[in-house]
């Protein structure tokens, strides 16, 4: 039976070997931030063509924001959106 080198090491370690851990943990933080959004957004009971008329910017710029599988939002983007929420950005290396 050969020895696996990762066992016993950290999911967050293999990644890092694999060279996958910046990627994956960006996606996760997308997929975060979009549900946040989406969950505000109900809360305040503002639908996509009013938020994206809010942030002055187009149905498709939001839908991109509110999808966990796209990676093309600015900080600005999302800023914004967090504004209309009554919400504010935090970001923090740790």
């Not at 999808?67 to 929420?85: E, Q, R, Y």
């Amino acid at each position: 039976m050969k020895n696996n080198p990762h066992t016993g090491s950290s999911f967050d370690e293999f990644l890092k070997e694999e060279g996958l851990y910046e990627e994956v943990t960006a996606r996760a933080l997308k997929r975060i931030v979009a549900l946040q959004i989406k969950e505000a957004m109900k809360e305040k009971h503002l639908s996509k063509n009013k938020m994206a008329q809010a942030m002055k910017t187009s149905r498709a710029a939001l839908d991109r924001l509110l999808d966990p599988g796209s990676h093309s939002v600015t900080l600005l983007t999302i800023a914004k959106a967090a504004g209309i929420l009554g919400k504010r950005v935090k970001i923090s290396l740790a």
